[in-house]
């Protein structure tokens, strides 16, 4: 499980953390999390055309970071060796 989140949370050499990414994943679980509990307290009605353009936004947003900041990112150390 390790293993797991360090590949989804850091770079390409897989030893950086990023912290937009540690940040987006954030975001997406408090968006959902936020969403079951406004839904289910009985605060309002359940829109999925609302909801799924706000998941959208956050989705956006991520992959726009990780484009922008793309040629900033450590390269991969494994990159051209074939073992």
């Known amino acids: 499980m390790k293993k797991f989140f360090t ?4 770079s390409a ?8 990414r540690i940040l987006w ?3 997406g679980l408090t968006f959902v999390g ?10 309002g ?3 999925p055309v609302t909801w799924s353009a706000g ?5 956006a947003g991520g992959a726009a970071n990780l484009k ?3 040629s ?3 390269g991969d150390p494994n990159a051209g060796n074939v073992s």
């Open 13 to 20: 050499d897989n030893t950086t953390f990023d912290l937009g």
């Open 72 to 74: 900033t990112e450590p």
């Open 34 to 43: 936020l969403s079951v509990w406004f839904y289910g307290s009985g605060h």
């Open 45 to 47: 009605l359940f829109d």
């Open 7 to 10: 590949h989804l949370f850091t």
């Open 55 to 59: 998941a959208a936004g956050i989705l």
């Open 68 to 70: 922008i900041k793309q």
């Open 25 to 27: 994943a954030k975001m």
